[in-house]
């Protein structure tokens, strides 16, 4: 069974930085790849960032690409989502999801239950 623990969100001014966190009980963590994907409010779930099992490939949204940095620890079994420049569309329910593979090109098998990012002007 998949459990995935966010952390770290808040409420942040525009301009500001928050780091997420990820704690993620899988017992072959290395062998998916990992992502974070995010949904305001009246607006569809869309992936902000992922990253391969061995970290070597990622993918960004456009809007948040120099912005967000994706990255893991295998050892901990942990992602994070580094947030810089924040802006206030930035706001949303941020979630971490688990790959059904090690590629980012496969589909996400599961996520978290959220945490939420409020960017203010």
């Known amino acids: 069974q998949v459990q995935l623990v966010e952390s770290g969100g808040g409420l942040v001014q525009a301009g500001g930085s928050l780091r997420l966190s990820c704690a993620a009980s899988?017992?072959?963590?290395?062998?998916?790849?990992m992502g974070w994907l995010r949904q305001a409010p009246g607006k569809a779930r869309e992936i902000v960032a992922a990253?391969?099992?061995?970290?070597?490939?990622?993918y960004y949204l456009d809007s948040v690409k120099g912005r967000f940095t994706i990255s893991r620890d295998n050892a901990i079994h942990t992602v994070y989502l580094q947030m810089n420049s924040l802006k206030p569309e930035d706001t949303a329910v941020y979630y971490c999801?688990?790959?059904?593979?090690?590629?980012?090109?496969?589909?996400?098998?599961?996520w978290g239950q959220g945490t939420q990012v409020t960017v203010s002007l």
């Open positions: 899988i017992r072959t963590f290395s062998s998916h790849a």
């Open positions: 999801a688990a790959y059904g593979s090690r590629k980012i090109e496969g589909a996400i098998g599961s």
């Open positions: 990253i391969s099992w061995s970290g070597e490939s990622t």
